[in-house]
């Protein structure tokens, strides 16, 4: 689904400060109380597609989120070992955008991988932007999360196939191959479990889907709770990790409000 940006994870390499999923992330991912696509002449419609820098602009800051925050940007595909390396490949293609859109990278590697998918909805988008939230007074509630954009209605479309993935993604596996530097460690192979959470739909969002996504590549299980919204032709993600029995947190609704909102007032204003 997220890469992607604090994002769940398609890579099995940590988050800034915490450790990130590698399925995501993450993202990315949200849901009913929300996930509804936008209807024909909507918010969708009208919102304007942002170019990469105006879409890095339209990220929350410290300052917009307040004391207690620290907010860094990322370039796309933080995390990730090489064009070939660490990249997820899930065993039912129908899983394939969960782990595009959780954990988006950018790169012609990955936008390779996604025109070979025979998925219907390619998860890589034309801009990303992603970043790590940090939480002075909790630190576990560390979020990793991205902004990305897509053309025309494409930004539905996946929301809407992703709605569609909690039954046969319910649970799936996963494959990776080492960085081509290091192709000792052999392939990794992952078990993944999907489910829903309810999320209400942050004011400003056309619709959000909530998730919880494991990775269960080892002795430690790690799980990855995401928050997907939809905002015109541009999804935000925002996961946070949980590590063995310790729950992942709910991503901090403070920061996903703020940053639909910012990214809709980008939207709306005129190009200059």
Do not use: W
């Not at 991912?29 to 419609?45: M, R, T, W």
């Not at 170019?51 to 990322?74: C, H, K, N, Q, Y």
């Not at 905002?231 to 990790?241: E, I, Q």
């Amino acid at each position: 689904m997220p890469h992607r940006v604090p994002r769940p994870s398609r890579r099995s390499a940590p988050l800034p400060a915490s450790p990130l999923l590698a399925a995501p992330l993450l993202a990315g991912a949200l849901l009913l109380a929300a996930g509804c696509a936008a209807p024909a002449g909507g918010s969708a419609d009208r919102a304007r597609e942002l170019s990469a820098a105006e879409l890095r602009a339209a990220a929350v800051t410290d300052a917009e989120l307040g004391p207690g925050f620290t907010v860094t940007v990322i370039a796309p595909g933080h995390g990730e070992t090489g064009p070939d390396g660490g990249r997820e490949t899930a065993d039912k293609p129908v899983c394939q955008p969960l782990l595009d859109a959780v954990a988006p990278a950018a790169g012609p590697a990955k936008a390779a991988r996604a025109s070979a998918s025979p998925a219907p909805v390619s998860a890589v988008p034309y801009a990303e932007t992603d970043l790590g939230v940090a939480l002075a007074a909790d630190p576990s509630g560390s979020l990793y999360g991205g902004l990305l954009g897509y053309r025309g209605d494409r930004a539905a479309r996946l929301q809407a196939e992703l709605e569609g993935l909690f039954g046969p993604c319910a649970e799936f596996g996963s494959t990776a191959s080492p960085p081509p530097a290091d192709r000792s460690r052999g392939v990794t192979r992952t078990g993944h479990r999907l489910s829903r959470n309810d999320t209400p739909t942050p004011e400003g969002a056309d619709a959000a889907t909530g998730f919880t996504l494991t990775n269960e590549s080892g002795a430690v299980v790690l799980a990855q709770r995401a928050v997907l919204a939809r905002v015109g032709p541009a999804l935000v993600v925002f996961s946070t990790v949980g590590v063995g029995a310790e729950p992942a947190p709910v991503p901090d609704e403070r920061v996903v409000r703020h940053q639909v909102a910012k990214l809709r007032a980008a939207q709306k204003a005129r190009k200059s």
